[in-house]
């Protein structure tokens, strides 16, 4: 009986060991292709990561299925309330575009098209349907990928290959941003026929402050990761010799292939000479070098270590931020309020008013672009559609109680992540490095959309989902 056991349990324990496997290895592919096509900012581009995201989940639904003892689903009821209010804000979203819901609800813009056209409309809360769909689409897919993340990673092995996954492919993107402005060629110039040419450096995206958030992300998880193994290569209670040594030992050897990738992922923020992507950037840098202080109080010499390696790399750094002209240029026009500014401005006063005239239903998710002619105080020639606030028009769009608790949900796993830090003696890295990504789209999220990118969007909830994993107790792992 034993041995019938044992030769049926081991075809599988191999089929899970694929499955697992599998997912992990498709989840990095996507990962890697995501940016590629503008970062998602042609249609077909955010709708192939859909499709590829829910192909990695159909994966690991049979990885889940195959494993014993319910291993799949370990430690899920830690990030069950966010996962609830998750749901319930799209489910809202999906109530938002059908039709049949109370003639109250229903925006008067759609009695004036039924006048307009002379035959009855069937109306609905959301201005704009089909791109209240799209909207649910893309953050159902980026939920998804934070659950993916979350579960893969609950193991340090996947977390781990996660990471390094994460520096390589932000690393690699970085250096091709470099390539395409050195030879003058453009990524638009690969998907349209009339290629859309930038003066900023952008990578394979579109706009600058998109690359911008992307590469900050990026070198958020490289300096983390240089941070994590200078404190177990450098030698700091030996003397000043002793650890200059160790450093130099560090950055040309075991360290260097970090260092560079964070130099090449800092390198483009800088060369992407966005304003706000660069503050962005340095408040997450802000954010983890404040919690990797508060966690080390106790653990001086890895203190020590861990400053040593960064000390060995801020005079690199200085040389590439004082060498970026551009976006020094760029700060000193802050001084002045330019035409980008007003327009801001405009944009923000739009938004408000939608909030205020739809507080709680909502405008319908995604639909800025169709609210803002009518609630717009002056005519601009150009395309609003976006608002260059995510909270502002996340909560015209979608109503303030469910932009809500949208944010909680987001909230709570930074909770998560932030207790972690304090009772977690081991693998601190992933949750420091998922509040430092959080401080750094949160920021920047104030002024830009940059977080609407699905390449961005993707990028931040696997790291979201990695640190909230990493923050739970060894007891609750499988």
Known sequence: MTSMVGEFSAPQSRIHRIARTATVWLFIAVLAWSPFPLGGAISWGAGLQEILV??????????????????GWSGTGAVIVPLVLAVLVLAWAGVQMLPGVPLAWIHPVWTMTSEALGRPVQGAISLNPWRTQAEIL????????????????????TAAALLNAIIVICAAYALYAFVLTFTGFSQTELFYITPLKSTFVTGPFVLHNSFATYSGLGALAAVVKLFSMGSQSIAAERGGRQLALTIL??????????????????????ASASRAGFAATMCGVVALALTSLLVNQRGAARLWAGAGALVAVLPLLFLIVFSGDTLTDRMAQLL????????????WAAANRMIADAPLLGLGLGTFQDAYPLYASQVLPYVMDKAHCDYLEFAAGLGLPAAIAWWSAMASLVVL??????????????????????????????????????????????ILGLGTAQALPSHNRP
């Open 336 to 347: 002045d309020a330019g035409v980008t500014e007003n327009v801001r401005l405009t944009l």
């Open 138 to 157: 893309k953050l159902s897919s980026y939920v998804m990928a934070c659950w993916l993340a979350f579960r893969l990673a609950r193991r340090h092995e």
């Open 417 to 462: 992540c932030l207790r972690g830090v304090r009772v977690r003696h081991r693998h601190r890295l992933y949750p420091i490095l998922a509040l430092g990504a959080t401080a750094l789209v949160g920021v920047h999220s104030s002024v830009d959309f940059s977080l609407q990118m699905p390449a961005v969007a993707l990028l931040y909830a696997t």
């Open 249 to 270: 030992q560090f950055c040309f050897g075991r360290g260097a292939f970090v260092l560079v990738a964070v130099l090449l992922t800092f390198s483009g923020v800088v």
């Open 54 to 71: 829910a192909l990695c989940w159909i994966v690991w639904v049979a990885y889940s299925a195959t494993s014993r003892g319910g291993a």
